[in-house]
């Protein structure tokens, strides 16, 4: 089936620091992978996506490649700052002919300290 | 301004009485979804709706119900809540089925 794993936390950095979150995900078909973040006291909001291999999605100084041989879709922001500081969910959905599927992974709290 | 909405914020319950949540999104959105937030699970997907009278279940929807008689709006009942049953509840819709989902700013239960 498809399915997401990400790396578990916490984790605490000072500021300046680089990020790196894991996720790596199955799937039986192609699908579109997610980078949500939640701040404290809020709900979800997108933080990047992509859609096929080999795609980046950026945003906010953050990145992430879609690597099929891998399957992975690691988080990476090469400069933290005191405002990262929330929970970073994994996601991928599966849109098939005849199925269905979204999974996100348990997410990971992220605290940097200045 | 896009948003969607989610009433009430927090809600502090008794074991077996029925209660709804409402979710109301003004975004002519298709899809409609709610999730449960836990410690250690992430968020798992409790229904969701592909439109207007179509709904389906996710992972987890023992417990729960839902209807979507209008487009905009999307509540999810809980017609005997149980102590399990308290979580952090989330309420998101998308354009259509696989895409960028928007969130609800979530709401608190606990089911005593």
């Known amino acids: 089936g498809n399915s997401v794993t990400q790396m578990e936390g916490p984790v605490t950095l000072s500021e300046e620091a680089f990020l790196t979150i894991n996720c790596t995900y199955t799937?039986?078909?192609?699908?579109?992978l997610f980078w949500y973040v939640q701040y404290p006291g809020e709900g979800l909001q997108l933080l990047l996506k992509?859609?096929?291999?080999?795609d980046k999605g950026s945003n906010k100084g953050f990145e992430a490649t879609y690597r099929k041989e891998t399957t992975s879709f690691h988080l990476e922001k090469g400069s933290v700052q005191v405002s990262d500081s929330a929970v970073y969910f994994c996601a991928l959905t599966y849109l098939g002919p005849n199925d269905y599927k979204l999974s996100f992974g348990a997410g990971t709290t992220v605290t940097v300290r200045a | 301004e896009a948003q969607v909405t989610q009433n009430p914020r927090y809600l502090i319950t008794v074991t077996g009485k029925k209660l709804t949540v409402t979710c109301s999104q003004n975004m002519n959105h298709e899809y409609m979804s709610w999730y449960r937030q836990d410690p250690g699970l992430g968020l798992r997907q409790i229904y969701y709706s592909m439109n207007v009278e179509v709904t389906d279940k996710g992972d987890v929807p023992e417990g729960y119900k839902v209807s979507r008689k209008e487009k905009r709006n999307f509540p999810l009942i809980l017609e005997s809540p149980s102590p399990n049953q308290t979580s952090l509840y989330f309420c998101?819709?998308?354009?259509?089925?696989?895409?960028?989902?928007?969130f609800g700013p979530g709401t608190r239960l606990l089911v005593l």
């Open positions: 992509a859609t096929k291999a080999d």
């Open positions: 799937a039986t078909g192609y699908p579109s």
């Open positions: 998101a819709t998308s354009p259509y089925l696989g895409e960028t989902q928007y």
